[in-house]
């Protein structure tokens, strides 16, 4: 699913934007690092294989407790900003 917000177009993200969304975490990683060394610390991958694979498998359907939800904004072809959301089930409140 699309939306378009101006020149900007919001949408699922798809398995080949992998690389270039790891690329865009690594640099926002950089930033954290830089600002609150004492609270980030730098690694190679924000969003394991495994967790990017099942965001774009949940776009059609559902994984209950696991849900992921990652979505990318574009302008002009390039990366401009992504969302990504783990939801989880809580236990009942007492």
């Given at each position: ?29 950089r930033f954290h690092v830089k ?37 990318i904004a574009e302008n002009n ?18």
């Amino acid at each position: 699913m699309e939306t378009v917000v101006g020149s900007i177009i919001i949408r699922d993200v798809r398995w080949s934007d992998r690389e270039s969304l790891n690329e865009l975490f690594k640099e926002a990683n950089r930033f954290h690092v830089k600002q609150k060394p004492e609270y980030y610390r730098l690694v190679d991958s924000i969003v394991s294989i495994r967790d990017f694979y099942l965001s774009v498998l949940s776009q059609k359907f559902a994984f209950g407790r696991k849900r992921l939800f990652m979505k990318i904004a574009e302008n002009n072809g390039k990366f401009v900003g992504v969302t990504y959301a783990h939801s989880v089930e809580r236990g009942k409140h007492e």
